[in-house]
Nanobody, 126 residues
Framework: VQLQASGGGVVQAGGSLRLSCAAS????????MAWFRQAPGKEREFAAG????????TYADSVKGRFTISRNNDKSIVYLQMNSLKPEDTAIYFC????????????????????WGQGTQVTVSS
């Protein structure tokens, strides 16, 4: 599967952005999907993840209550709605796919994900 992330940009603190990750290839619905982010000088970290059907989601504590992950399997797209953005949310955001059975956990470790998009820059100004 190939992943293409988009939707990044520059926004003021308190603002919102919606990221999209479009997938090409077959059997998109067989993948757990996640968003990771990497700030300058820091390691890549998990932000949010969703199960194959979208019925289960999980978030990092740092974004819980502000970010919402969702997916549309008919269109092979996963979204990350980001509200109440903070300067510390500034990072390159990557989408990732993990081939999984229906009951598989949503991993927060980047090593568990086989496919990655190219990243989209999000900059939040104070």
């Amino acid at each position: 599967v190939q992943l293409q992330a988009s939707g990044g940009g520059v926004v003021q603190a308190g603002g919102s952005l919606r990221l999209s990750c479009a997938a090409s290839g077959r059997m998109y619905s067989r993948y757990n999907m996640a968003w990771f982010r990497q700030a300058p000088g820091k390691e890549r970290e998990f932000a949010a993840g969703t199960s194959r059907s979208g019925g289960r989601v999980t978030y990092a504590d740092s974004v819980k209550g502000r970010f919402t992950i969702s997916r549309n399997n008919d269109k092979s797209i996963v979204y990350l709605q980001m509200n109440s953005l903070k300067p510390e949310d500034t990072a390159i955001y990557f989408c990732a796919a993990d081939w999984a059975i229906s009951s598989a956990p949503i991993y927060d470790a980047s090593s568990q994900y086989e496919y990655w998009g190219q990243g989209t820059q999000v900059t939040v100004s104070s």
